[in-house]
């Protein structure tokens, strides 16, 4: 049996291979979106923008239910993969795959039949409202799809192949690139078109990502009814937690949307183009947590608990250099962001708020990501629960309003930074308990079995798991060298 891809090697460079490659990915279809607000501002109307920037708040929350899924397919199939047991892989690769689609089908019926009330929810009025609601009809019946091809490509990172991963999403990237400006121009479509465009990305990506996990890595088994029940219970234990934590996010965007809506549609569609900047400029942070899971997960699994804290220690030390570097970039280049989206009056003052004083703050988004993909694949989900509902509550709403009140709409996202801090200081402090405890009850055990008469098949280092004493002449249970779990 191959062991998995993480439990060896140097750490740092599993990192940022499966980030960066995870990163080009989703910045590609980052690029994309960027690219629709762009060819939607070249039609002229502030409303365009405005309401592209309401209904990707509310795409952003149907989409955060895939994203939960996702989570839950790359912490169980990781730690499968490290514990070297490839046939309970592929049993929850298909299971993990059939519960997202049955969930993802049911929210994306529900959310577009409320679809009006949603947007309505946000503060979207008259024209704005319409053509937001139009433009969410068009893409949530989609959302099936999307849940699929998160869901393959996080099965295909849990193996290490993050190329393939890359892969499906350029894959995405591309068909959107060509048909935006064919859709919304050529063919008259305007927002129709735009929201056409991604459909067809979606399903180009779960087609790409699919064919990486049944045709090269053969992940898929078949599906059994009474196989797939049983598998619930370990499936929502992740899921469940997951999606929660990520519908948070996207509720407390909700609110900072709904507070900016109240200064005007100016100040939304400079939102909109905050938005979208983002996942482009820190799309390496944005991939942290979908690349450093699958590493953790496997070295959980196998065991080697050294190599887990060092992953969560090399991440955050890459976060923190990349956001630094891409704040300065980004503060260098603000004009011609707000140029390039024609942004004026207040949608610019927004824009260069945030490039000047609050880009840097991302760092702190970039620790809660790290320490949420610690708590899901270590067995803590409902602690990434607490505090992604804890940040889109008290660390959102206190901070957002008062902000609102004292500053305007500066003093919005000036207070959603300021939440992010606090809470991911907090998360990154909780984190590193759970971390320092691991390993502690096993080596807790071995010292109480010392204490009795041995027999020759017991191991003679107090470094063997309780697993390894069942099986200690088996070459399956083979610890890796110790040298392995040293700082590289």
Known sequence: MVKGKFVS?????????????NAIGLTALFLVDLADLFFISLLGETELAAAVGYAGTIAFFTTSISI??????????????????????????INVLVTGLIISTVVSAIAWYFTPELV??????????????????ILLPSLPILGIAMSAGAALRSVGDAKRAMYSTLAGGGVNAVLDPLFIFTFSLGLHGAAAASVAARCAVAWVALHGVMTKHHLVGRFHYREWLADQKEIFK?????????????????????????????????????????PVAFGMI?????????????NFGAELYDRVRLSAKRAVQFTAGYVALLAILIYLLQEQVILIFGAQGDAAELIRF??????AAFIFNGILFIANAAFNN???????????????????IPFVYFGGQWYGAV?????????SVIFGLLAWFWAQRILHRLGKDEQALVHEEDELPVSSSLPLTPFCSSRAYMCADSEECMISDPSSTKEE
């Open 9 to 21: 090697g140097n750490i740092f460079r599993h990192i940022v291979i499966m980030s960066s490659t």
């Open 68 to 93: 939960g899924l996702s989570i839950s397919m790359t912490a169980l199939v990781s730690k499968a993969i490290g514990q070297q047991d490839r046939e309970k892989a592929r049993r929850l690769v």
């Open 120 to 137: 309505s929810l946000i503060g979207a009025k008259g024209l704005t409202h319409d053509l937001a609601v139009t433009y969410l009809r």
């Open 238 to 278: 992740v899921a469940v937690p997951a999606m929660t934590t990520n519908v948070a996010t996207p509720i407390g965007n909700a609110y900072v949307t709904m507070m900016i809506a109240s200064f005007g549609d100016s100040y939304v569609a400079g939102w909109a183009v905050v938005g979208r900047l983002l």
């Open 286 to 298: 944005f991939a942290m947590s979908g690349a450093v899971g699958p590493i953790i997960g496997q």
């Open 354 to 359: 945030y490039c000047t004083w609050l880009c």
């Open 378 to 396: 270590l067995g803590y989900p409902s602690t990434s629960t607490v505090m992604n509902i804890g940040k889109a509550t008290l660390g959102t």
């Open 411 to 419: 003093g919005v996202i000036a207070g959603q930074a300021a939440g």
